[in-house]
């Protein structure tokens, strides 16, 4: 009886039961298990990436003695027109040889028949010289079925887009927002790094790779380093995933406003100048702003002519607000300044001349007399 419940070419999704050195065996439902044969889906070092428990969709192929067999593509031994005709009704994939280049594509045997595959449908995304498709077997689908067999028209191209539907399917439930991966570089760029994290290339940028500031990718990573990161980003309409190192780090600004209350004073570096200031590295990844007015210079100064990036600068806190990650600080004077300012204020104490004195900026004045 068990010979009339699927016709040829029928296609089914069932579950994987077991795995052996040669054979697929598949969960029917009945008292014995369908086969399919594990070089099917086995790579040309003989690995398969599906395991015991997973679904999968096969297409029968053939009762032979009470054993169902099934088949996820008819190899060329299978084949004959009726089968031909049958695989293009129900879809099923059929493996081919590519003969050579003809006129508009190229020339398919599929067995001992003779098929047609037209250029636009051979290869995907990755095109290849016309030549090096020409001796290759290759898995197609029958797109049109003419004149008894005569005229059959195939396509690898859609082999290859279901193929790569089915593993964006598979990537999109693993790489999933806020997943924790590991992936391997592959390539440094001025913006950032790309990432292989099971088979996609995801991006980690430049300014998610730490908390501390990073000028240049290849100072931190190198090619074919491994890497743990999170998933910051997952568009899988437009194929993009980004990915962060850093959201792994702790942040320092947790702790920043108990290490660094009000009133502290630290020596810090200049970490970067800007018009309305300068930025004074005080710890790892936190810079705090000596905003212009608090600087000792005249107003209209071009700061980057005064101020060097890696110069020390003594200051002290003024305010933190950890939420926005914000430090406003104030430069520390030396009492040696303080006395001259104070001297050089007290000596023009009588002068009259309509202006509010700036001692530090007097200061600098009789510096440079």
């Known amino acids: ?32 298990e369908g086969i399919l044969a594990r070089s099917e889906l086995a790579d040309e070092n003989g690995n398969i990436s599906v395991k015991e428990g ?3 969709k096969v297409y029968f192929l053939k009762n032979n003695f009470e054993e169902l067999h099934f ?76 004149n008894e067999g005569r005229n059959i028209v195939v396509s ?4 290859l887009e279901e193929e790569a539907a089915r593993q964006k399917e598979k990537l999109a439930s693993e790489l999933t927002l806020g ?25 980690l940028p430049i300014s998610e790779i730490s908390h501390v500031r990073v000028s240049k990718v290849e100072d931190v990573l ?5 890497i743990e990161a999170k998933i910051i980003k997952a568009d899988w309409a437009r194929e993009r995933v980004s990915l962060s ?13 108990e290490q660094f209350p009000a009133g502290t004073k630290i020596e810090g570096k200049i970490a970067r100048v800007a018009g309305f ?51 406003s600080l104030s430069p520390i004077v030396s009492n040696e300044e303080q006395d001259n300012a104070s001297e050089y204020l007290s000596s023009h104490k009588d002068d009259d001349d309509g202006e509010t004195y700036n001692p530090f900026a007097a200061l600098l004045n009789k510096k440079g007399k």
Not at 89 to 97: A, F, L, M, S, T
Not at 156 to 159: D, G, L, Q, S, T
Request: with cysteine; proline share 3%; aromatic share 8%.
């Open 1 to 32: 009886m068990a010979k009339h419940l699927y016709e040829p070419g029928q296609m089914i999704e069932t579950t994987i039961v077991a795995i052996t050195d040669d054979t697929i065996f598949l969960d029917l439902g009945l008292k014995a």
């Open 54 to 56: 997973d679904k999968i």
């Open 71 to 146: 088949t996820t593509k008819l190899s060329g031994k299978d084949t004959n027109n009726d089968v031909l005709e049958n695989a293009w009704k129900n879809g099923i994939p059929v493996e081919g040889h590519v003969t050579q280049e003809i006129k508009g594509g190229f020339e398919v045997m599929i067995g001992s028949t003779r098929a047609f595959c037209p250029y636009s449908q051979m290869g995907f995304k990755q095109r290849k010289e016309p030549a090096e498709y020409v001796g290759q077997h290759l898995t197609f689908r029958i797109q049109e079925y003419k």
């Open 156 to 159: 690898n191209r859609m082999i």
């Open 179 to 203: 997943s924790v991966v590991k992936g391997t570089v592959m390539s440094l760029e001025s913006y950032g790094a790309f990432i292989n994290v099971n088979g996609f290339q995801a991006l």
């Open 222 to 226: 190198k090619v074919g380093q491994e």
């Open 245 to 257: 190192m850093k959201e792994l780090e702790k942040d320092p600004w947790e702790s920043i406003a």
């Open 277 to 327: 200031g300068v930025f004074v590295n005080i710890a790892p990844a936190v810079d705090g702003l000596v905003h212009v007015s608090k600087l000792n210079v005249e107003r209209n100064t071009n700061l980057q002519k005064v101020f060097r990036i890696g110069d020390k600068m003594e200051v002290i806190v003024d305010d933190v607000d950890v939420e926005e990650h914000r430090i």
